[in-house]
């Protein structure tokens, strides 16, 4: 029998990389309380691994140094997500990964140098693990200091050992990760969190938004490929859970298992998954359709697989959904109350 060839739904012109988003400041609080939605994370312990990744012209990528207080923690593979393939043509970038039980953020950077070992290049990545995804964006802007210092001062650490012993955790209890995306009302947060991204990816996605949050909704696998950077599109991996987080509370057991990035060493564990969100750089995934129910590719989302096609095909429902929003929208943005993308994300989640 043929394999079934893909459902294609056309979503216009694909959305650019916001390359100008600046960092997240230190006294904006994260969303991760329980009771009240506020706690500020910016002293919180929670931090398990820090670790300095590199790329070596002989080797590859490197693990050059790592600390942890937790000899549990698995660093294998880690050198391959924390920077993203493709990530030489770049400069700089943020990637959120899962590593086994733990989540992470790593800030990539190159930088020139006069080196023939080197081939004029230099590029490393500096990274946390974390319990939970929801407060590593208070690092981002430590890492991208660090990962620009060892660049510049390769081999010197003390600054990663006495960040690390700040914010340490003791505890590997992943409470906090259920906790991810309960039901809550956003918080005033700029592109650099993941909740501000929302109105960026129905912007990208227009009445095919309403796919997207089938696919979620019923747990099936959703992969974003895209070139690098890979930040807004682990944005995107985030936001794709939580609309279907809001729709129903019950998803915040499950909360779509965001994976964020992923690549080919990946494809063991992504098999194994029911159900994920996850994204990459590696387009050879576009070609292997039994390890996703939809994939968004550019400008196409592709269904695949049974009656997946019937079940999440874009309606007239959906067109009408999405027209009620973007009048809203509209007004909104006729008022220029505020922060025009921050409100249009606080609406989306109503």
Not at 1 to 9: C, N
Not at 136 to 150: G, I, K, P, S, Y
Not at 159 to 173: M, N, W
Request: hydrophobic share 35%; glycine share 4%; proline share 4%.
């Amino acid at each position: 029998m043929a394999a079934e060839e893909p459902f294609l739904v056309d979503l216009g012109e694909a959305d650019e990389p916001n390359e100008t988003a600046a960092a997240l400041p230190n006294d904006i609080a994260d969303n991760n309380d329980e009771e009240t939605g506020n706690s500020n994370l910016q002293s919180k312990e929670d931090i398990v691994a820090i670790f300095v990744v590199a790329f070596d012209t002989k080797s590859g990528n490197v693990i050059e140094w790592k600390k942890t207080h937790h000899p549990e923690i698995d660093f294998d593979g880690i050198e391959f997500k924390s920077m993203a393939s493709g990530a030489h043509n770049i400069k700089s970038d943020f990637v959120y990964f899962k590593q086994n039980r733990w989540y992470g953020l790593t800030c990539y950077a190159k930088l020139a140098v006069a080196s023939e070992e080197e081939r004029g290049a230099r590029m490393k990545s500096v990274g946390v693990l974390s319990l939970t995804y929801a407060s590593l964006h208070n690092h981002m802007d430590f890492l991208q200091t660090a990962v620009d210092r060892e660049l510049r001062s390769p081999g010197v650490y003390t600054e990663l050992e006495a960040y690390f012993e700040r914010h340490k955790s003791t505890d590997l209890d992943l409470k906090e990760e259920r906790k991810s995306l309960k039901h809550f009302p956003l918080p005033d947060l700029p592109i650099t969190h993941q909740a501000g991204s929302l109105s960026q990816l129905w912007h990208a996605l227009k009445e095919n938004i309403f796919v997207l949050w089938k696919c979620v909704l019923l747990k099936k696998r959703v992969l974003f490929i895209a070139p690098p950077p890979m930040e807004i599109t682990c944005y995107k991996v985030y936001s794709s859970c939580v609309i279907a987080t809001q729709s129903d509370p019950s998803h915040s057991r499950g909360n779509g298992n965001p994976l964020f990035y992923i690549n080919v060493a990946d494809i063991p564990v992504i098999q194994s998954e029911d159900v994920y969100v996850a994204c990459t750089t590696e387009r050879i995934f576009a070609t292997k359709t039994g390890l996703f129910d939809a994939c968004i590719d550019g400008n196409q989302i592709r269904l695949c697989g049974g009656d997946v096609e019937k079940q999440i095909r874009c309606t007239s429902a959906d067109c009408i959904r999405y027209k009620t929003w973007e009048n809203e929208r509209q007004n909104l943005a006729l008022a220029a109350i505020g922060d025009i993308n921050l409100s249009q994300d606080k609406l989306l989640m109503r």
